[in-house]
């Protein structure tokens, strides 16, 4: 089959703005190891190394969330596709790769796509692509962060919006903030409006340890870059042999925990920031919440939703949550 042309008429690719706040990296690193608990948010993990070693874990045999998701929304792209209704507004909320939202504008065939992502790059190479493969499409990519309100220059379609959020990122949130994050999507999408996310749910510790403490050492890659990454942009001057990734679940809190644990007493120092460091202290660095059906519906009602459908994987390993405004 040929080409389809270039459709004629109005642009059918718009770039919104930049609404992402003034980068907050030195600001958030120097507060965050200022803690007791040292600590830093996850969303630093992924500069362009941290990136491309997030894309080489999704394909580790251990880390299953990647695949479980793809083979959920394969196996239930029509049902899927029907929750959420022909002619919406879809909206995605770090849109990143594209490919399962590929599946679904492909059954779902909505009136726009917003892509919304913090990485400007990533933006406008997807929305590029879907360009291409969607002619008929109305995308309007918008450069953000959606962890905080976030203003949608929306376009001007009737049907009903729905946020699309897939990879399982809000178990990043701890149970109180994705709370109030639900909360400001169900203000975003209207009382008509509805919800498709991505929860990785409860299962076997041992399942779990075995993906975030993969054979070939990329998930300690990817934690350890952040250090790397301070080192770099910060002109820090910690010493990464000095220390080691360490992952756990925390059964009691439903988390996947991951830290830099220091292998001996030692300092670092960020321009005349200067952090010391016990032996065995950490820096904790991600939580990953793992979820059951019923606690996630719980949580998504408390924010103004209800819990309609949910799809699993064939090894019901992780699940997809169609959430609708209550
Ligand atoms: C991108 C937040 C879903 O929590 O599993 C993978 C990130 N960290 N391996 C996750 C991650 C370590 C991932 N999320």
Not at 53 to 80: N, V, W
């Amino acid at each position: 089959m040929a080409r389809s042309p270039r459709p004629q008429g109005p642009t059918r690719l718009v770039f919104s703005g930049s609404v992402v706040p003034a980068d907050s990296f030195r600001e958030d690193v120097i507060a965050g190891l200022s803690l007791p608990q040292k600590a830093l948010p996850p969303k630093y993990f992924y500069d362009a190394n941290g990136s491309r070693l997030f894309e080489a874990i999704c394909r580790l045999k251990e880390y299953y969330p990647t695949r479980s998701e793809l083979a959920l929304t394969r196996r239930h792209i029509g049902a899927i596709a029907r929750f959420a209704r022909k002619g919406c507004t879809l909206i995605e909320y770090g849109s990143g790769e594209s490919l399962k939202s590929r599946l679904l504008i492909e059954a779902l065939r909505p009136a726009a796509y917003v892509p919304v992502d913090i990485s400007q790059e990533a933006l406008r190479g997807a929305a590029a692509k879907l360009r291409r493969r969607f002619p008929w499409l109305l995308i309007q990519a918008v450069h953000g962060d959606f962890s905080q309100p976030l203003k949608i220059p929306m376009a001007r379609t009737k049907g009903r919006r729905v946020v699309y959020f897939p990879g399982s990122t809000i178990g990043n949130l701890t149970p109180d903030e994705a709370q109030a994050f639900l909360r400001m999507t169900r203000g975003q999408v209207g009382p008509k409006g509805a919800m498709l996310v991505g929860v990785d749910l409860k299962k076997d510790a041992n399942v779990l340890h075995a993906a975030y403490n993969d054979a070939k050492g990329v998930t300690a890659a990817f934690n350890m870059n952040l250090l790397a990454r301070i080192n770099r942009e910060l002109r820090g001057d910690f010493d990464s042999r000095r220390f080691r990734h360490y992952a756990f679940y925390n059964a009691t809190l439903g988390r996947i925990e991951m830290h830099l644990v220091s292998l001996v007493p030692q300092a670092a120092s960020i321009g005349n920031h200067r952090f010391s460091f016990d032996a065995g202290e950490s820096i904790h660095t991600e939580n990953s919440y793992k979820y059951s059906i019923d606690g996630f519906r719980t949580l998504a009602g408390i924010a103004g939703f209800r819990g309609e459908k949910v799809w699993l994987d064939p090894k019901g390993l992780f699940s997809l949550h169609g959430l609708v405004a209550a």
